[in-house]
C-alpha cells in the first residue's frame, strides 16, 4: 500500500480522485442529481417503503407466532389453546403476501417513470 499524499495517490492512479479524498465531492453531486431526479415521486417511494416494512414485520410475526404454535403443540394441550396461534400463523401468511404484492406494485410505478425520465433525458442529449 502506498502511504504518500493524496496528490501523489491522484497522480499516480487518476481514479482515486473520485472515490476518496477531496474528490468525494462529486460523488455528492451525482447523489443530488439523482436525488432531484427521483424528488417527484417521493411519497410513491416513501409508501413502497412503508410497505415493505409492514411485509418485513408480517414476515417476522409469521415465524415468532409460527416458533410459539410448534413449541406450544409439542406439549399437547387441547386444540382450542392452539387457536391463537394457527389463527396468528394463517394471518401473518396472508399479510405477508398481500403486503409484498402490494409493495412490488406500487414500487413500480416510480421505478418505471424514473428510468423514462432518465431515458427521454438521454435520448434529448443524443439530439434524437
Known sequence: MHSGTHEEMVR??????STCGR?????????FRLSALVRPWFWWMALAALTAFAAT???IGLLLTAAWLIAKAALQPPLAALQIGIVGVRFFGIARGVLRYFERLIATTPHSKFWQTCASGFTTQLNL
Open 23 to 31: 474528490g468525494g465531492s462529486t460523488i455528492m453531486k451525482t447523489f
Open 12 to 17: 499516480i492512479n487518476p481514479s482515486i480522485k
Open 57 to 59: 414485520g408480517s414476515g
